[in-house]
């Protein structure tokens, strides 16, 4: 393919194909941005667009006078193209490369126009020459039979056997060269048979590929849903997990928080039961303590009374003063001591009751 195409224009994208059975949707013809190029072919005389992805031919398309590039976006373009009976679509990376794709291809269309135009008039060209040759080779050979037969004549018409003569070289030399056009042609056919063969092989090859990538690619797909829903099961598992995990959490914190409120509890039982232990001890020291305070309060109330008799008897006889005086005084240090009981038992009283 590289003696007879030449390049001229070489970027880089992303190549599409529309759906053949939808005819909306887009297919990916490759995987990455792969090389599109405009080309001239030399032996049709035309300018093509291909691309090839590894070996896989995925745009060969040949272009016309009547094409259109239609720009679909800021980064995308399509064109149609009848031959292949299929559309195809260029993602490229930027603006810039789809502007400068689509003047290419203006400019491409003019030149295969004029390329059209002229292959036509040479057509046209070498058949008025084969039909002017044709009609004049039985002229030639009328000239040369007539000029064969009546040579007398041509010796008295020698200006006219001349005309007729240089008239003859020249339907000779175009006869040579429309033989030559034609060999040129045939020439020229066979190459473009060889080369359509060339491209007809290229384009069965293309088209297995694409069967077998159609098929991979429905594997694929079939392959991705059952992953997709694979995935979806296992997510919702997960969600599954984590709502457990978080309800598990939750009731390991609360059965924290029940220990450490039964801990507490415990330890205020432990504590009441050591109180309730210490309460009928305190009860009896209470009952003794009373029993005690009764006690001295009777011993109170009679030595108020023997202090009454003593001053009773103090007045009565002097004598007995001092010896009353003594043991007066005995009794009242006897008396202050009891009473400072008294007192200390009440503290230890008043202050048992505040404790408890």
């Known amino acids: 393919m590289g003696l007879f195409l030449h390049p001229i224009f070489t970027t880089r994208a992303h190549v599409f194909q529309i759906d053949p059975n939808t005819k909306k949707n887009w297919m990916p013809a490759s995987k990455q941005a792969v090389t599109v190029s405009y080309f001239y072919d030399v032996t049709r005389n035309s300018y093509r667009i291909i691309s090839v992805d590894g070996a896989k031919v995925i745009i060969n398309s040949t272009i016309t006078p009547n094409m259109t590039f239609t720009k679909t976006s800021q980064k995308f373009g399509q064109w149609a193209d009848s031959r292949a009976n299929t559309v ?11 502007t400068k794709f689509a003047e290419k291809f203006q400019e491409v269309k003019e030149a295969a126009k004029i390329a059209k135009d002229k292959t036509q008039e040479k057509i046209e060209t070498s058949s008025d020459h084969s039909q002017e040759s044709g009609r004049e080779t039985p002229s030639s050979t009328q000239a040369s039979s007539v000029n064969g037969t009546d040579d007398e004549k041509a010796s008295h018409t020698g200006p006219a056997n001349t005309h ?30 060889e080369s359509n063969a060339r491209l007809t092989t290229a384009l069965q090859e293309s088209a297995a590929s694409v069967e077998q990538w159609k098929r991979q690619f429905s594997i694929c797909r079939d392959e991705n849903d059952r992953l997709r829903n694979k995935i979806d099961e296992l997510e919702e598992q997960c969600s599954e997990i984590n709502r457990e995990k978080e309800k598990n959490t939750q009731l390991k914190r609360r059965i924290e928080d029940l220990e450490a409120e039964l801990r507490e509890k415990e330890t205020e039982l432990k504590d009441l039961r050591k109180q309730s232990e210490i309460i009928p001890q305190l009860m009896s020291e209470c009952e003794y303590v009373s029993e005690k305070l009764e006690a001295a309060e009777r011993d109170n109330q009679n030595l108020e009374d023997k202090v009454r008799s003593l001053k009773t008897d103090i007045e009565e006889s002097k004598y007995r003063q001092r010896h009353l005086k003594v043991e007066l005084k005995s009794f009242l240090e006897v008396l202050d001591g009891k009473i400072d009981d008294l007192h200390d038992f009440r503290r230890g009283l008043s202050k048992l009751g505040t404790d408890n």
């Open 88 to 98: 195809f679509g260029l993602g490229f990376s930027s603006e810039q490369q789809l």
């Open 164 to 193: 007729l003569k240089s008239e003859n070289d020249k339907l000779k030399i175009a006869l040579t060269q429309s033989a030559a056009n034609v060999k040129k042609w045939e020439i020229e056919l066979q190459t473009l048979r």
